[in-house]
């Protein structure tokens, strides 16, 4: 049977505290189930966090509102297990093309190398990626969804979280560890603690038309300056799945935005862009205001805030859901390692350290593509102008250019979780510490594979590259310690094209093309630490137990 993912209903049930009060607190409840508290959710029950969604709908959400997901967003909900459901469906793009009136300034490429499992992004509407994510919630022992579940009160102890929980069967109380709060950019949590978001709103208005139709266009990210079809403001294009393209419209701050919504004002734009015979309905219509904003602190006690409810950007770059996908993954494996008691509660203050930092890059790069596409002076318009005139002929100038600079995972590079490289350890390659890993094609088991889902599992992860002079017989009793430690290094053994070996316990990965020891610039020898969340924590260039044992305490603040 077909599921109609854009009104997707999910089903509520009388929660058990409605009988009887819970014995002991749950470890972890989320508030929020848009792919935020879902993919938080999901990752924390995965580890075997028992854990409670709490969401006050039983929808997903209405139109197809974050309609772009980011390679390494991608990547994470690989190891959510729903990543293959999102490509299937999705609409994969690696090229944009900017254009000035209805000239072409040039094209860029998001992922001009190959070796990479994932596209630069796919465009897939939020409803399908929010049932998606449920879908697989669902199938999760350690996870109860409770649908049309309102907070309606917050109490904080010192040991735990309680939650007041309006439903349909009346109240309860809910007893929690820690909560996290992904309830979006109005936030009731944020408000029932009197905390706010601070930043900026542009005065400009956007359109937002969601078309049905089928269209001769490329599957592209397509922006336009000040087109002929829409004089003096911009135009972004882009395909969707189902026959749906997604039509931004500038609108100016003076534009109303209830009669902008009307049809008889959204359908001559869209024919002025399409071509006045052009066959074409509308999906969903809304008009929204650019605010670039975030709270102070993403912690408060045993409350976490992430996505939406911490940080806020416009949409033009992307940066809304993948950095909200990225503060799950940087949180789920500290709140796993936390509530667990293998961590000190200061664990949590990096997740708010770590992602504010990436909230301040995402902010900054919001800030300066709105500026660039909203000029709001003659001087600065005509400033946007010449660069774009010069874009056409001059790289230096395409850098300056910016219809949105496009969402990439932050490099967590003064973390204090690194470990810093040892002395004469001297690499040449972006797998710096603080780094997200990056993928390459591998075998492991004769099979084709790929890099990154070797390094799931919600453990460290050491990889040693082997070669002559360094084979795994070096460091094998080593690996294998690391492997029963108090917190476990999961090891992986990378090996040359054709070399062969077995080391009990141990993942062997045949590098086929060269291509991981050329991303790590790595030489036989050389070790890898990966925190759980495929950062580069440390790395060395001989491999000693002992310093990565030390690099693990770091990297959990058990040092």
Request: proline share 6%; with cysteine; glycine share 6%.
């Amino acid at each position: 049977m077909s599921v109609n993912y854009a009104s997707l209903r999910f089903e509520y049930e009388r929660a058990p505290e409605h009988d009887a009060p819970a014995s002991s607190p749950y470890p972890v409840a989320v508030v929020g189930a848009g792919p935020v508290g879902l993919a938080t959710a999901i990752d924390l029950a995965q580890q075997g966090v028992r854990t409670v969604l709490l969401d006050n709908d039983d929808t997903v959400s209405t139109g197809s509102r974050a309609i772009c997901f980011a390679k390494r967003t991608l990547e994470i909900f690989d190891r959510l297990g729903c990543g293959d459901r999102m490509i299937e469906k999705g609409v994969s793009w690696n090229v944009g093309k900017v254009f000035l009136h209805d000239d072409l300034v040039y094209t860029f490429n998001l992922l001009p190398e190959t070796g990479h499992a994932r596209p630069a992004f796919i465009n897939l509407q939020q409803y399908y990626v929010e049932g998606f994510l449920a879908e697989r919630a669902m199938e999760l022992e350690q996870l109860q969804l409770r649908w049309k579940s309102t907070v309606t009160g917050v109490t904080q102890h010192d040991d735990h979280v309680e939650l007041q929980i309006e439903t349909p069967d009346g109240n309860y109380s809910l007893k929690a560890q820690y909560v996290v709060a992904a309830d979006g950019a109005r936030s009731p949590m944020r408000k029932s603690l009197g905390l706010d978001s601070h930043g900026r709103t542009f005065k400009d208005r956007f359109l937002i038309a969601d078309v049905k139709m089928k269209a001769p266009f490329p599957t592209e990210r397509w922006f336009w300056f000040d087109p002929p079809f829409h004089r003096n403001q911009s135009v972004l294009l882009h395909r969707q799945p189902d026959n749906v393209w997604r039509i931004d419209f500038q609108l100016g701050w003076d534009a109303d935005p209830v009669a902008e919504k009307a049809p008889e004002r959204v359908i001559p734009r869209v024919k002025a862009l399409l071509g006045e015979d052009a066959e074409f309905e509308l999906e969903w219509v809304s008009v929204y205001t650019f605010s670039c904003l975030r709270m102070d602190s993403f912690r408060h006690g045993r409350i976490i805030f992430a996505g939406d409810s911490a940080h806020g950007v416009s949409p033009f770059g992307a940066r809304g859901a993948n950095s909200g996908v990225q503060d799950a993954d940087n949180l789920a494996w500290k709140l796993r390692l936390v509530a667990n008691g293998d961590a000190p509660h200061t664990l949590l203050d990096t997740y708010a350290s770590e992602r504010e930092y990436a909230a301040d890059e995402n902010i900054l790069n919001s800030t300066r593509a709105t500026d660039f596409i909203t000029p709001k002076s003659a001087v600065s318009r005509l400033f946007r102008d010449a660069t774009l005139n010069l874009a056409k002929d001059c790289a230096f100038a395409r850098r300056m250019a910016n219809s949105g600079r496009l969402s990439v995972p932050a490099v967590l590079r003064d973390s204090t979780l690194n470990t810093p490289d040892a002395d004469g350890d001297a690499f040449d390659c972006a797998m710096i510490p603080g780094a997200p890993c990056v993928d390459a094609p591998v075998r492991v088991d004769d099979r084709d594979a790929w890099l990154l889902p070797q390094t799931h599992g919600g453990a460290f992860t050491g990889i040693y590259f082997c070669g002559l002079g360094h084979g795994p017989e070096v460091c094998a009793q080593s690996l294998a310690a690391l492997s029963k430690a108090p917190l476990p290094v999961r090891a992986l053994i990378v090996v040359p094209r054709g070399m062969t070996c077995a080391v009990p316990g141990v993942t062997v990965i045949e590098d086929v093309d060269g291509m991981v020891a050329h991303r790590f610039d790595a030489r036989p020898g050389t070790f890898y630490l990966l925190r759980p969340d495929q950062h580069v924590c440390a790395r060395w260039r001989a491999f000693d137990a002992a310093s990565v044992a030390a690099a693990v305490k770091r990297a959990t603040c058990n040092g």
